[in-house]
């Protein structure tokens, strides 16, 4: 009984002189590795506020760029055309009808944006805007001017892929927006982008492209059509709106707006995005190296480290979870199949009704409307990065929406025959 007081007394003082010990043994191991880096810093000097070459930045943060060099393992870059034919007819007028293959690895965009059909690059300089870490200092150097400039005065300028610059500030290491697309579309919307906090920083940064943007008719700057929402349906209205069209489709006459890659608008609502979930969350996950853990920035499938991307959160297994994953694109692919063969069908049907005597010229506008409409959300989930996964209800939605209206294209077509 005297015993186990006693013992109960000593715990605390013991406890006490155990804490100041673990203590002081963090402190210094913390003050070491902070020492480290500032020795490794002085030796290294400051990274330039310009800098653009990631193996200058590697230097600084080796384990960082060896992950960053794995984007060099997502080599493959198939057709669009293979699983999605229809793609062919409905961009038919446009430089993507001539050729159109599926993103790869950041490292590749310079060597992928030469290999491009060159009827995809006669917007000109514009193109770059996405490809190269010099950009920010380009668009600097030459102001809106740049936006005007030829292909090839600014592609031949560049020597490096997507790299640290686009994403940090070289001094702090903090998140930054370095095009001003985006910061643009905020503003627009009363927003200021830098009042964002960390978690949406980690989407953000990759909202700077992947995101639908058009050329602006005559400054042809890259531009977010964002004043109405970020949603399809909000969009197109902005687009009709302007009355813009971005090409008449060369067999209806119809004109027709271009989605791209909308990623964030995409997830913007999604089960995820409410749940607080980023970009980075699942693009970008901890991994280990040796006893170090920093965020991958290997960009690809999570599907490929699902572990570290998805596990932490999802309790159910990983095998289950890849079955979910796989059910929710393949359902969205069948009905974006019947989707794109309907639309096809539309402008096959509008064609004909053009080139019949005795058409009802209202009706065939009707008619060309309605394919506007079919084909904008169709695209719209079309060419957008994981086969719905990002926002399962939603990608089904617009695909619904993209049905119902070449159907009403196709019936117009043939009434303005009758
Ligand atoms: C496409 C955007 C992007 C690019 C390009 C990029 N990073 Fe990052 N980086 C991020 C994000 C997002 C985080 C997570 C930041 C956070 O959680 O606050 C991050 C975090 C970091 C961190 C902080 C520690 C950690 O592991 O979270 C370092 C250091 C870093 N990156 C270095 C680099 C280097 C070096 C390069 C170039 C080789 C690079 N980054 C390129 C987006 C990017
Ligand atoms: C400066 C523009 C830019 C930024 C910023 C950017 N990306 Fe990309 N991303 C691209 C381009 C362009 C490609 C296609 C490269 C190619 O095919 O040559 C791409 C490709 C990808 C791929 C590979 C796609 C595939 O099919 O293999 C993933 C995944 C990806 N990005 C995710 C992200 C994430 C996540 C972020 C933010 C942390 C981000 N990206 C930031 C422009 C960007
Ligand atoms: C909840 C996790 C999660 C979040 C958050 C997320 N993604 Fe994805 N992403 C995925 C999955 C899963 C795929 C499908 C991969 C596959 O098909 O192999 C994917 C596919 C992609 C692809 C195509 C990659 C490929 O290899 O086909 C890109 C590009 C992409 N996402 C970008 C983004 C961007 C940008 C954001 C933020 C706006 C984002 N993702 C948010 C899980 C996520
Ligand atoms: C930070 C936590 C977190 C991470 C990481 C995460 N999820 Fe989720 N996920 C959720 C939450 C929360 C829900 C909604 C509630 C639920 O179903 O548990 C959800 C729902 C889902 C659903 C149900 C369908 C839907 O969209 O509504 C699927 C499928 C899914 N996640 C797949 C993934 C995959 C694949 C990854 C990795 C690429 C991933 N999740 C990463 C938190 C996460």
Same mark, same amino acid.
């Given at each position: 009984?005297?015993?186990?007081?006693?013992?109960?007394?000593?715990?605390?003082?013991?406890?006490?002189?155990?804490?100041?010990?673990?203590?002081?043994?963090?402190?210094?191991?913390?003050?070491?590795?902070?020492?480290?880096?500032?020795?490794?810093?002085?030796?290294?000097?400051?990274?330039?506020?310009?800098?653009?070459?990631?193996?200058?930045?590697?230097?600084?943060?080796?384990?960082?760029?060896?992950?960053?060099?794995? @984007?060099?393992?997502?080599?493959?870059?198939?057709?669009?055309?293979?699983?999605?034919?229809?793609?062919?007819?409905?961009?038919?007028?446009?430089?993507?009808?001539?050729?159109?293959?599926?993103?790869?690895?950041?490292?590749?965009?310079?060597?992928?944006?030469?290999?491009?059909?060159?009827?995809?690059?006669?917007?000109?300089?514009?193109?770059?805007?996405?490809?190269?870490?010099?950009?920010?200092?380009? /668009?600097?150097?030459?102001?809106?001017?740049?936006?005007?400039?030829?292909?090839?005065? /600014?592609?031949?300028?560049?020597?490096?892929?997507?790299?640290?610059?686009?994403?940090?500030?070289?001094?702090?290491?903090?998140?930054? /927006?370095?095009?001003?697309?985006?910061?643009?579309?905020?503003?627009?919307?009363?927003?200021?982008?830098?009042?964002?906090?960390?978690?949406?920083?980690?989407?953000?940064?990759?909202?700077?492209?992947?995101?639908?943007?058009?050329?602006?008719?005559?400054?042809?700057?890259?531009?977010?059509?964002?004043?109405?929402?970020?949603?399809?349906?909000?969009?197109?209205?902005?687009?009709?709106?302007?009355?813009?069209?971005?090409?008449?489709?060369?067999?209806?006459?119809?004109?027709?707006?271009?989605?791209?890659?909308?990623?964030?608008?995409?997830?913007?609502?999604?089960?995820?995005?409410?749940?607080?979930?980023?970009?980075?969350?699942?693009?970008?996950?901890?991994? +280990?190296?040796?006893?170090?853990?920093?965020?991958?920035?290997?960009?690809?499938?999570?599907?490929?480290?699902?572990?570290?991307?998805?596990?932490?959160?999802?309790?159910?297994?990983?095998?289950?979870?890849?079955?979910?994953?796989?059910?929710?694109? +393949?359902?969205?692919?069948?009905?974006?199949?019947?989707?794109?063969?309907?639309?096809?069908?539309?402008?096959?049907?509008?064609?004909?009704?053009?080139?019949?005597?005795?058409?009802?010229?209202?009706?065939?506008?009707?008619?060309?409307?309605?394919?506007? +409409?079919?084909?904008?959300?169709?695209?719209?989930?079309?060419?957008? @990065?994981?086969?719905?996964?990002?926002?399962?209800?939603?990608?089904?939605?617009?695909?619904? +929406?993209?049905?119902?209206?070449?159907?009403?294209?196709?019936?117009?077509?043939?009434?303005?025959?009758?």
């Amino acid at each position: 009984m005297n015993k186990k007081i006693l013992s109960g007394k000593n715990i605390v003082p013991t406890f006490f002189f155990g804490a100041v010990i673990l203590g002081l043994i963090f402190f210094v191991i913390f003050s070491f590795l902070s020492n480290n880096r500032e020795l490794q810093r002085e030796t290294l000097g400051e990274i330039g506020a310009k800098e653009a070459d990631p193996a200058v930045w590697g230097q600084y943060y080796p384990l960082h760029y060896q992950t960053y060099m794995q @984007n060099f393992e997502n080599t493959e870059k198939p057709s669009h055309f293979e699983t999605k034919p229809y793609m062919e007819k409905i961009y038919a007028g446009t430089g993507y009808a001539a050729e159109f293959n599926e993103p790869r690895g950041h490292v590749y965009t310079l060597e992928d944006i030469l290999a491009v059909d060159s009827a995809r690059k006669k917007t000109g300089a514009a193109c770059n805007t996405c490809k190269s870490s010099q950009i920010p200092e380009i /668009i600097e150097r030459y102001g809106d001017e740049y936006y005007q400039m030829g292909f090839n005065e /600014i592609n031949d300028q560049l020597e490096h892929p997507i790299a640290c610059l686009d994403c940090h500030d070289p001094k702090t290491m903090e998140l930054r /927006i370095s095009r001003p697309a985006l910061v643009e579309a905020f503003a627009r919307q009363g927003k200021d982008i830098n009042k964002s906090t960390r978690q949406e920083m980690r989407s953000l940064v990759c909202a700077q492209c992947h995101v639908t943007y058009y050329f602006e008719k005559d400054t042809k700057k890259v531009t977010f059509p964002w004043d109405n929402g970020v949603k399809a349906d909000e969009i197109l209205e902005y687009f009709d709106g302007k009355g813009f069209t971005e090409w008449n489709h060369p067999d209806t006459g119809t004109g027709l707006a271009k989605a791209r890659h909308a990623e964030y608008e995409t997830f913007v609502g999604s089960t995820h995005e409410t749940a607080g979930l980023a970009c980075a969350d699942c693009h970008m996950p901890y991994v +280990k190296i040796g006893n170090t853990k920093v965020s991958s920035h290997y960009w690809t499938s999570p599907l490929k480290n699902i572990e570290e991307s998805c596990m932490t959160c999802h309790r159910e297994g990983s095998e289950w979870l890849t079955e979910r994953v796989e059910d929710i694109q +393949k359902k969205t692919k069948e009905i974006q199949d019947i989707a794109g063969n309907v639309v096809v069908k539309a402008i096959e049907e509008i064609k004909a009704a053009r080139e019949s005597s005795g058409v009802d010229a209202q009706l065939l506008q009707e008619a060309q409307e309605m394919h506007r +409409k079919g084909q904008w959300y169709l695209d719209y989930v079309m060419v957008t @990065n994981g086969y719905g996964f990002h926002n399962p209800t939603e990608s089904m939605n617009n695909l619904g +929406k993209a049905i119902d209206y070449a159907h009403q294209a196709i019936q117009l077509a043939k009434d303005a025959v009758r």
